[in-house]
């Protein structure tokens, strides 16, 4: 099965600052959904986009999608330290990828 | 609701012991994964279930056996366990026709 790739894999910014963090696949999608991960905690769902949408916003999130390239973002806007944590991108039938390791220092 | 839930949180393991993990949804999801994460890599499928009484294999399933024999259960056996199968596992369960998968709090095995 296909894998998502995040990149980059790490990423530091100081407290808000916006993060951007990107996601490639190679197969046809319906839609695409990001999760976040806390150390040693588990996955949580924080949003999905259709491939008929370009932009999805969900409180400080912002997901695009550009079904033409294969790629999807992720930008966190005014960021916290609380925002420390790994993203990653997946869809069904999808491996989870590596994710990107978002560090938000206060 | 509780969510998806993992039993146990932690254990220890000699190396050819057995043991059962459990994770347990009470959200009636349809279906129900079991996935392994080792450090600095993303989360790889064990075995996966559509439905009470079936499961079927993902990426990684060697070494591993599953049962689903009630909807809201779904059991993660190591018959023989090895240092190999030292990570931290993720139990998560899907509703039908939708995609978004709901995590456990994960397991975390480590094999002497």
């Known amino acids: 099965s296909q894998q998502g790739e995040e990149d980059p894999q790490a990423l530091s910014i100081q407290e808000g600052e916006n993060a951007t963090m990107n996601c490639s696949y190679k197969t046809s999608i319906n839609n695409l959904q990001w999760y976040r991960q806390n150390s040693g905690r588990g996955l949580v769902h924080l949003i999905l986009?259709?491939?008929?949408?370009r932009e999805k916003h969900s409180g400080r999130l912002r997901v695009t999608l550009d079904t033409s390239k294969k790629s999807s973002s992720l930008l966190i806007t005014a960021s916290r330290a609380a925002d420390t944590a790994s993203y990653f991108c997946a869809h069904y039938g999808m491996r989870f990828g590596a994710g990107t390791r978002l560090t938000v220092k206060p | 609701n509780a969510g998806v839930t993992q039993t146990p949180k932690f254990r220890v393991l000699k190396t050819g012991q057995s043991m059962t993990l459990l994770c347990a949804q009470d959200m009636n999801h349809e279906y129900m994964y079991w996935y392994r994460q080792d450090p600095g890599m993303g989360l790889r499928l064990i075995h996966y279930?559509?439905?009470?009484?079936?499961?079927a294999k993902g990426e990684v399933p060697d070494g591993y056996n599953v049962s689903r024999l009630k909807k809201q259960n779904f059991l993660l056996g190591l018959e023989s366990a090895a240092p190999s199968q030292t990570s931290v596992y993720f139990c998560a369960s899907t509703p039908f026709q939708d995609e978004t998968q709901y995590f456990g709090p994960g397991t975390r095995l480590l094999v002497l």
């Open positions: 279930s559509v439905g009470e009484g079936t499961t």
């Open positions: 986009i259709r491939s008929n949408e």
